[in-house]
């Protein structure tokens, strides 16, 4: 009994859960997958496979191979293949709505595509054209939940921002500052991930060759032509000539080479070298939520042009009232320097010294002494004020 559980154990170390979507009416079940076992299922090398893992944090990227669609874009991490989209983590609270929305929207008949039969039969086999094939389904269902969530949160973060900028505006106190620095912090920290899914979606338009590696549905229908017309030129020959020999040892090479450098890492290509499908279905795809978001980018860069408008009013503000503490303490310093004068002259006539003034009638001479002193002390300070406002120094 023991053993049987330490062997369990064992082989269920490194599994995590995954759920798996499959083609077949949207079909879920959640499947203890390893590494190794999915790198078997999916033809990814595990570099790959890393970056799907919830606990470590790569760059957004959708990545085209061989067999299947690694999608990594901010919360949304998926491998789609042409029959089945596997998604790690399933339980989770922020990635159980993307389970249950690729379910709801692959369990749907395929939206019908521009020309052809509306049958569907593209999400089967790739051999329908007039609905989208499955993976690019699933991408859709992917991108669309990705640019929803940024969405969402910028105009979350818009609703919180703008009343809070305002009142930091009018009321310039610890507590909103507080608030307006939390409220850049998220703004610097959402704009930072909008732009990393825009300048991936940017990458995938301007590159024609990673959007054909994308096309699995057709990828295996030509794989699957082409091995057709193989055995039926074998079927013909029985005894096949020497450059078909060299052919078809050309070609075990070259997949020897492909396994060995990590399951077609490069660009998913390699295992049909002339496949050159039809990528204007997929360039309207990208197209559509790259418009979407770089929407929510100009959005954030509102917001954060706002912020940066009211932080320079809030330091004209700042500056204003430093002005007025300088003009204040110039007037102050003026006013002390003058009455200090005025001090010097009462000590002056303070001094026990026999003068003729001393001997002289005093009758009324200490009240005009006393005002002559205040009315000299104050126009001076009016002659020093009016000065510092023909200079400038005051306004």
Not at 55 to 82: E, F, H, K, M, Q
Not at 190 to 206: A, F, N, P, T, Y
């Amino acid at each position: 009994m023991a053993s049987t559980t330490a062997t369990a154990r064992r082989r269920h170390a490194g599994a995590g859960e995954w759920a798996a979507v499959s083609v077949a009416g949207g079909a879920r079940r959640v499947e203890a997958a390893g590494k190794h076992q999915l790198m078997r299922r999916t033809g990814l090398p595990a570099r790959d496979l890393r970056a799907l893992d919830p606990a470590l944090s790569y760059p957004s990227s959708i990545s085209g191979r061989d067999r299947a669609v690694v999608v990594n874009l901010d919360s949304v991490r998926a491998v789609i293949t042409a029959a089945e989209v596997l998604v790690p983590a399933p339980r989770d609270p922020d990635v159980a709505p993307l389970v249950a929305e690729l379910r709801a929207r692959l369990a749907a008949p395929p939206s019908p595509g521009a020309g052809g039969d509306k049958d569907g039969q593209a999400a089967s086999g790739g051999g329908g054209k007039g609905a989208l094939p499955f993976e690019f389904r699933a991408l859709e269902v992917c991108l669309e939940f990705a640019c929803k969530a940024l969405e969402q949160e910028t105009c979350t973060l818009e609703k919180e921002a703008y009343p809070a900028l305002d009142e930091l505006s009018s009321n310039v106190s610890t507590l909103n500052l507080e608030r307006v620095r939390q409220i850049k912090m998220r703004l610097v920290a959402i704009s930072g991930r909008v732009q990393k899914v825009r300048d991936e979606l940017e990458h995938l338009l301007d590159d024609d060759v990673d959007m054909a590696a994308m096309h699995l549905s057709e990828k295996l229908a030509y794989q699957a032509t082409t091995a057709d017309g193989r055995s039926s030129r074998l079927d013909a020959d029985n005894e096949p000539s020497e450059e078909l020999n060299e052919e078809r040892d050309g070609e075990v090479e070259e997949e020897g080479e492909t396994s060995e450098g990590g399951g077609g890492y490069g660009n998913g290509a390699s295992a049909a070298a002339g496949f050159t499908p039809k990528i204007d279905e997929l360039e309207i795809l990208l197209e559509s939520y790259f418009v979407q978001t770089d929407g929510t980018l100009n959005k954030l860069n509102t917001l954060r042009e706002y912020v940066d408008d009211t932080e320079d009013y809030i330091n004209i503000m700042l500056d204003e009232k430093q002005n007025q503490l300088l003009q204040m303490g110039i007037m102050l310093s003026t006013g002390t320097l003058v009455v200090s004068a005025g001090i010097a002259v009462t000590g002056v006539f303070g001094m026990n010294i026999t003068i003729p003034l001393y001997t002289a009638a005093t009758d009324g001479a200490f009240w005009q002494v006393t005002g002559g002193i205040v009315g000299a002390t104050a126009a001076v300070y009016v002659v020093a004020l009016l000065c510092y406002r023909r200079s400038g120094i005051l306004q």
